[in-house]
């Protein structure tokens, strides 16, 4: 622990000093700049302490809400922030650190964050962003063009269009899904007659004026929870959040939801949109697009494609046939911060038409003036800060075919650590990965048997069982600190739609090896023996289990 | 223009090394970060262009959509952006741009944004920010605190517990106020009896469930534009955002107020929340926040005060006394990145009570698991960058008394530019700053007088020549690059509230100098020179008026 006796001089000098005198070559914060600027990952890997200390421990470091009455120096501070920030942050870039979708940046990212912070554009409006207005624009055009593959007549005519917009850059997929299901629900409760639209009126008068009882999004079961935040937010209601039946491998049943549409409208509840989700968070799997996108068309409905961790796969000619479908959604969301290698807080969603989001236009008298080509004149969002120019520099730097090689290896390395563990004879493979997402679970070779022979409240009880042991392994292997896998449930067909807990990687560091992935399954497989209780546990009553 | 013929190798090698490799000292971006690192100022004046190049030119520069086949070398695409993006980005932390809420930053912040994007933790959860998480809530408690003053034990109590929340950090006043809002209307339409709440049922069933026939917002005529967005959004729709009338100091009417709720109640109307502003952003006046926060109290509605820009005022002890009843409210929106001196992306919405956001809390299976800390489940965004820890570093490194010798500099420099405005012959304030934010116009000595004895419609035409006249001085100011102030659009009490164009200047930059502010003033007088032709016209009108 850090105690800071120093304190520093408060006066104005002293302050203007901070805006105009850079930190030195020798003060500690250039210092650390430096070695992390040098190796980054042997940075981490010596200042952040490997072993999990209680999060109540950790707070102890932050409890006091008085902000301080006495100034830190820079260096002091930077001693502190090492020593109770960075030391107990988590090593997300890490190789081993394959539970999440963060990953490794390239290097230029840091240099390049740091000229676009001190560059402190505002993307709101032109007059506090100048070129990164069209370079946001023509990044929003060129990642409108890798999903619908429009001419470039069309780039020419609409991406830099005052009155049009073919996306907007957002914080993350959560707001670029909310943007989306925010177009959908006034396009489809747009003006009519006297009805001056849903952004005017409110949703209570455009029911009534429409003349229905309710409103739905439709998604299947694997959708993510920020759907169900759009649907709050927008005032449809959890509820208005229809879930669809999947399959065996996690998508969506398309005849599932034709029949639920066809239900719905039957009770006056008009379905405004469907969501397809292109990569799963839990599971990794696309939704059979192209046939969503048709029963879309029937029925009159949004089709929104959340690809927030997928959509990085259409870079790849090899595989973006998984994504196949994605043109002809409506709108659809991507995250730059996760398959395309950038640093937290760039999400996107592009729309098909350009004219699709003039139905949340809004302008202002000192900015967003009509006619202007004001960015924040179509964003959910208002001041914002240059982060395109990071993606944009990421485009050329790495390339088409770059970012290309870095899925393929992503996918094909799920492919093999999905064959690695099913030649294991204690490991269990519970969903196949489609792109670089798996979820698998250790089980004790007796207790497969067992398992297999296992039915009703026997194989529940199993179950639960495994449940326990896995969440062991995976919180135990956490706090250990040499490797992280992430946890989540599901209810897998083959197992009676019991709640399953189980292990779930994403691939997408390419500093992942074979070996990282080999010594994982090691690792969990020594955990387990760590609970013998549990072991015996599962052994009696599987060994009872006829 | 930059033509680039090399092109980088794109192999799974080559890539591995942007992972692996950091940049050499002597590359063209080490060097570009270094220079920029020594002395920000200089470098951003010699990299960027002063005289404004038309946004169409410019536009050329970034009119493919199509992500380049071949990869850059990082030091040729770096020079690429220095030619292309940096020379026409926006000097926003010039002391001569006093146009916008941005400022100069500090220069610790810099690096410290570089090793918070290395970090790159993601605050929605836990597992993948660790000690992120109780900085974060530490520092929603001291900015918490700061408002509200409650006492430690509450904040020993509430600021990291798990099921609740101070508020939630975000990418900018927009979000927070959007959050506030939702919060609000989803406690105004909460589950009773069989209903089971906005959040689940909707805002249709909801306003059957308790016999509305609208809702709305209410703020004065000078709230911000993001408020009629969140209206939208939020499905009451932009006319449940009714605008209450104001004062000739750009202050809500609280008598207006009282009278406007009770008469939308009569009309079975729910008023839900008003907003209270603290620092318009067109005017930079503070409504009567007592008086609001008593009629919300009698009428049972949300008070939400945006105090994005103006919130930092309660860091000066000499002068926080200008927000008082600020700490009446429910909830409050501060943006770190206006007066609290951080890089765009830092916006934060506070809760006067804890359990305020439990309407908007949500769940899911592999993160956000009921008791868990994860900050996620209390906010509108999900994945977010570490950005509080810049916060906690200035809040230690510039500290309280720091922070008040910032604002308190602000704000008697912009009393200092009202008096040197109202000493000109050809000058009028028309706003006067309460805050450090004031509006103004030149009008040449002669109109002046013409101005005073004018009436109707000869008033009228008058004013309407002199808006010719600011927006184009305003414009050509602008073009030629040495200084910026912005315009807005007002309707002055005293100008029988026409529109009025005028020049608007936040001095919030405290290398902005008195010589600066004499420079502008004498550099808007030549350029009114550069338009005989108006001025002639506006003298032979002017000498019309009896």
């Known amino acids: 622990m850090v105690t800071e006796t120093k304190t520093a001089d408060v006066s104005f000098d002293s302050l203007l000093k901070i805006f105009t005198v850079p930190e030195g070559p020798d003060s ?44 830190s120096f820079v260096s002091d501070h ?62 929003l055009g060129m990642l409108h063009r890798l999903i619908y ?46 009805f001056k639209g849903v952004e005017k009126e409110g949703l209570f008068k455009a029911m009534k004026h429409y003349g229905y009882e309710g409103l739905a999004i439709l998604v299947s079961e694997r959708g993510h929870y920020s759907l169900k935040k759009a649907a709050d937010v927008l005032g449809i209601g959890q509820e208005g959040l229809v879930p669809v039946k999947t399959d065996a491998n996690n998508r969506l049943c398309p005849k599932a939801l034709d029949e639920t549409i066809r239900s719905l409208k039957t009770r006056c509840i008009k379905p405004f949109a469907v969501v397809g989700v ?48 994605i043109e ?29 989001m003039k139905c949340i236009e809004h302008h202002a008298q000192y900015i967003l003036r009509k006619g202007s080509k004001d960015l924040g004149s179509h964003t959910l969002e208002g001041s914002r800060s240059g982060m395109a120019m990071l993606l944009y520099a990421a485009m050329h730097i790495i390339s088409r075919p770059g970012y290309e090689l870095l899925i393929n ?24 990965p489609e792109l670089c997402l798996l979820t698998y679970r250790y ?70 090896s074979e070996e990282i992935l080999q010594a994982i399954l090691l690792e969990q497989r020594e955990i387990a023996k760590q609970v013998p209780t549990l072991l015996d546990r599962l052994e009696t009553f599987a060994a009872q289990v006829k």
């Open 28 to 71: 500690t914060l250039t210092q650390i700049e430096a070695s992390l600027s040098q190796n980054l990952n042997q940075f981490l890997r010596e200042h952040i302490v490997a072993e999990e200390k209680p999060l109540r421990e950790i707070e102890k470091d932050f409890s006091s809400a008085v902000i301080p009455e006495t100034a």
């Open 443 to 512: 089980v004790p070779k007796s207790i497969q048997a067992a398992l297999a022979r296992a039915q009703g409240e026997q194989k529940a009880h199993l179950n639960e069982m495994l449940n326990d042991l896995t969440q062991f392994i995976q919180k135990r292997q956490r706090e250990t600190g040499r490797s992280f896998v992430s946890r989540t449930r599901l209810n897998p067909a083959n197992y009676d739609h019991h709640h399953t807990i189980v292990f779930r990687v994403v691939l997408a560091n390419p500093l992942t």
């Open 149 to 194: 593959r429009q001419d470039d007549a069309f780039y020419q005519r609409w991406m830099h269009s005052a009155n049009h917009s073919l996306g907007a850059f957002c914080s993350g997929g959560t707001i670029a899904n909310i943007t989306a299901l925010w177009v959908a629900r006034n396009n489809a409760l747009r003006a009519q007659g006297s």
């Open 278 to 325: 292109a990569g799963t968070t839990e599971t990794g799997n696309v939704d059979p697009l192209v046939e969503i996108a048709h029963i879309c068309q029937e029925h009159d409905c949004h089709f929104h494609v959340d690809a927030a961790w997928g959509g990085a796969t259409l870079m790849s000619n090899r595989y973006r046939h998984l994504l196949s479908g």
């Open 78 to 139: 930077t001693e502190h922030l090492l020593n109770t920030v960075v030391s107990h942050s988590v090593h997300t870039s890490a190789p081993t650190f394959i539970g999440h979708m963060t990953s490794a940046l390239p290097y230029f990212l840091m240099p390049l964050s740091k000229i676009m912070i001190a560059l402190n554009q505002n993307l709101v409006k032109i007059e506090t962003s100048k070129a990164f207005t069209p370079l946001e624009r023509q990044v």
């Open 409 to 432: 290896q992503s996918i094909e390395k799920a492919q093999y650590f999905a064959s690695l563990i099913t030649q294991q004879p204690d490991f269990e493979l519970i969903s196949e």
């Open 328 to 356: 002809l959604a409506d709108s659809v969301t991507i995250d730059a911060h996760k398959q395309l290698y950038l640093p937290m807080g760039a999400g996107m969603v592009l729309f098909k038409e350009p004219d699709a």
